[in-house]
């Protein structure tokens, strides 16, 4: 203790020098400390370089654990070539890229490894995340070590690389990467990587093919140009000739040059594969999860979800209904999702008709893509109203309307500012109920519906349900509930399977679990679920989209949605210009979701999206619903106790009625059952008493009283007027009835039940 007290007395300058010398004692001990650890690895010989790894492939397979989908190296492909025989724009490449202080160190990088640990401690990626990794270090990673994320390894690879740099040249060095390095799949080495992307040797790639197969190693998988990353793989290729510029490896004439270049890649050559599309799926996510190299080597067992029997019927079908839609719509491409709604297992994935198809881009999987939904995005905007305390039996007006408070409620124009959309039939049915609205997919009404709703309220449940590229209100506006967003078909399946499931959301999930090569399990998913959508509301949905009255109008009584013997809902929905048509339906055991349409958003034509989509989805559905039990959906329970007329299903107001009867005969004992003694009213005071939902509806409270002064809301006069012009057309005889001497009264009236909604 006194030692300690002594030494706080002493200067600042003594105290420096003392943490000076401690400091320094410490370094040294600890240094000495890491030679001795260092000293004990094992560091393997040289000799072993030219040894290289025997890979045990990743295999993939579908829920039965049986059915092999795929080897991800039962061809693998790689041809050694001479350092002279590359070109000297993919050597420039890829040191610019991987490495480029490569020609200046002795094996490892300082700068690079204290850059990567900075970055990735910034980042809380500590265990992983940017690497420092030198060329030499690659190579020494690829051809001796395992490839194990431990300190030790590290160090080994470090020591081994400052070792090879004493032994081979640089070029020998970079030689050895070149032919090695993975590019996808099977392909491995810089002449295959050449001849399978663009049909050519390595000796004669341009500088625009040499940037982009620079760019592929790093990650593979997810940089490969045959999947659903192409965008950052063009972002890495423009990274890559901006560091050979920067660098000094070309021209600004060769950069410019090579910025404007179209680079065409060769179709992708893949056999032995079976459900292409689910399979590179799943390896892209395997990628994320675990990295390129644990595939390569691991020998892991991929037990996924796809059901092997519905994906081969899946198949078949697509591929015979797209070639008809071909011929008939214009409509050369198609893709279908299965998805169980209560575990989240993705069933089938069908992205193409053709995954080899170089006509169509085959490979592109349009399950992934983001297209309009049209109208199979109405449901989520009801689903968001019923929430709110409207009903399937609420009332809206199917009537011609002007949605921009900007403009005239006269005036039918949709050109901005101005919004008035038109039904599909251009045709309007005047008031209609929720429940058949939705079923005959009116839009009038589903635009009325979203501004009900609220469109941000919308866009966040539409979230919570799945839909999360839907993420831009002020792009949107009303216009989304008519497809005016993105979406994908996979994400639209696995939204409506919440529907299915009760308003539980399963996790979407492909991988059942996952085995080492001697089959102990390392990883088993579980199923998880939340609950995003109240029972009862997703009871609501399934029964109006499987009320096969309701959709008669649009459908007919014996369409291909109508499933006499089993619980099914269905929406279809197409966008106006006819480029993206879809179907989208469930039973409480599965959702699927069908898509056709052009790759390149060329229009279709010749029939409604029902004529195009339907065939397909509907032979698929029967044939899944073999192999299911037979489950039924729950039935709502709707309680219009104390529910205000036109949200329980009248389009005439009977409390306001009956608010003006009391006043006509001023006594406050008459009552809805008390029709002996109830006075008589005239029809013109009926059919007057006919509104827009907003006369009687506050969206901000809809199950509380009656707004004070209705006029107060945006959309009110718009709505109101186009109500009144129907309200004329249809009953202008009975509006005209005698009133003489009932001006006053009549205005009284309305002074006293504005005061009650008010107190209301």
Same mark, same amino acid.
Request: hydrophobic share 40%; aromatic share 10%.
């Given at each position: ?53 025997v ?12 059915v ?34 490569f020609?200046?160190?002795i ?27 030198t ?19 590290k ?16 070029e020998?060095?970079?030689?050895? *990467? @070149?032919?090695?390095? $993975?590019?996808?799949? &099977?392909? /491995? ?5 050449? =001849? #399978? ?9 341009t500088?625009a093919?040499a940037? *982009? @197969?620079?760019?592929? $190693?790093?990650?593979? &998988?997810? /940089? ?5 990353? =192409? #965008? ?9 000739l ?58 892991l ?131 209609i ?10 839009n ?42 993105e ?91 006819l ?28 029939g ?46 009977t ?8 006043s006509?005969?001023?006594?406050d ?36 009283g ?19 012009k ?5 009953f ?29």
């Open positions: 203790m006194m030692k300690i007290r002594k030494w706080f007395t002493k200067n600042w300058k003594e105290m420096l020098i003392d943490l000076l010398i401690f400091g320094f004692a410490a370094f040294i001990i600890l240094g000495a400390t890491i030679l001795v650890w260092i000293s004990t690895l094992e560091i393997p010989d040289l000799s072993a370089f030219e040894e290289r790894r890979l045990q492939s990743t295999k993939i397979f579908d829920r039965t654990g049986e092999l989908l795929y080897d991800l190296h039962q061809d693998v492909r790689r041809t050694i070539i001479p350092f002279e025989e590359m070109s000297r724009h993919i050597k420039n490449a890829t040191v610019a890229i991987e490495d480029d202080q020609y200046n160190h094996g490892i990088d300082f700068m690079a490894i204290i850059r990567a640990a900075v970055s990735n401690f910034s980042q809380g990626n500590l265990l992983g995340g940017q690497g420092g990794s060329i030499t270090q690659q190579v020494i990673k690829n051809s001796v070590l395992d490839r194990d994320k431990k300190l030790s390894r160090v080994k690879e470090a020591i081994l690389s400052i070792k090879l740099e004493r032994v081979l040249e640089k020998d060095i970079l030689e050895i *990467y @070149l032919n090695e390095s $993975p590019y996808g799949g &099977t392909i /491995y080495g810089i002449e295959e990587a050449s =001849r #399978a992307f663009f049909n050519k040797g390595a000796s004669e790639i500088l093919e940037a *982009y @197969l620079a760019a592929i $190693p790093q990650a593979p &998988t997810y /940089y490969s140009p045959y999947g659903s990353n =192409r #965008a950052a793989l063009d972002t890495r290729q423009q990274l890559v901006d560091r050979m510029r920067l660098n000094g490896f070309i021209t600004t004439d060769e950069y410019d040059a090579a910025m404007i270049e179209e680079v065409e890649f060769q179709p992708q050559a893949v056999t032995g594969i079976r459900a292409p599309h689910f399979v590179m799926y799943v390896v892209e996510q395997l990628a994320e999860r675990y990295g390129e190299e644990a595939m390569a080597e691991q020998g067992r991929i037990i996924t979800t796809l059901d092997w029997e519905l994906q081969k019927e899946a198949e078949r079908i697509v591929a015979q209904k797209a070639a008809s839609n071909t011929e008939r719509f214009n409509a050369s491409n198609a893709g279908l999702v299965a998805t169980d709604p209560k575990s989240g297992d993705l069933l089938v994935m069908v992205g193409s008709k053709d995954y080899f198809s170089e006509d169509i881009d085959g490979n592109f999987n349009v399950t992934l893509a983001k297209r309009q939904p049209g109208s199979s995005i109405k449901p989520f905007v009801y689903a968001n109203a019923f929430r709110k305390g409207y009903l399937p039996a609420t009332v809206l007006f199917d009537v011609a309307t002007q949605f921009s408070p900007q403009c005239d409620p006269w005036d039918p124009s949709s050109e901005s500012p101005c919004y008035a959309p038109q039904n599909y039939n251009f045709k309007f049915v005047g008031p109920s929720m429940r058949n609205a939705l079923a005959q997919s009116l009038i009404p589903a635009v009325k519906t979203l501004y009900l709703a609220g469109l941000k309220d919308t866009l966040k449940f539409a979230a919570d349900m799945g839909l999360t590229t839907l993420n831009d209100p002020d792009r949107y506006g009303l216009t989304l509930v008519l497809g005016g967003g979406v994908r078909l996979l994400d639209m399946t696995y939204a409506y399977g919440v529907f299915a499931n009760g308003g539980v959301r399963a996790q979407p999930r492909t991988i059942l679990r996952i085995e080492d090569s001697r089959g102990n399990i390392i990883e088993e998913s579980s199923i998880e679920t939340n609950r995003v959508l109240e029972d009862n509301v997703a009871y609501m949905i399934s029964d109006v989209l499987s009320d096969n009255v309701a959709r008669t109008p649009l459908w007919g009584s014996n369409s291909l949605i109508n499933f006499p013997n089993r619980d099914v809902a269905a929406k279809s929905g197409s966008t106006n210009n480029r993206d048509a879809w179907i989208m339906g469930y039973a409480p055991n599965i959702a699927v979701g069908a898509w056709c349409g052009n790759n390149d958003n060329d229009a279709m034509g010749g409604l999206s029902g004529l195009i989509t339907t065939p397909m989805w509907r032979e698929f559905m029967d044939v899944a619903l073999e192999k299911l039990p037979e489950e039924s959906f729950q039935q709502p329970q709707i309680n219009t106790s104390g529910v205000k007329p036109i949200i329980r299903g009248e389009y005439i107001d409390a306001l009625l009956l608010e003006a009867m009391k006509q005969t001023n006594t004992d008459v009552s809805d059952e008390d029709t002996e003694n109830s006075p008589t009213i005239d029809i013109a005071t009926i059919y007057n008493n006919i509104h827009s939902i907003l006369h009687y509806v506050d969206r901000n409270d809809p199950l509380g009656y707004p004070a002064n209705p006029a107060n809301d945006p959309q009110y006069e718009n709505w109101e007027y186009g109500v009144q129907w309200n004329e057309e249809t202008g005889l009975l509006l005209q009835a005698d009133t003489t001497d009932t001006t006053e009264s009549d205005t009284a009236e309305e002074e006293d039940r504005s005061s009650r909604r008010s107190r209301n």
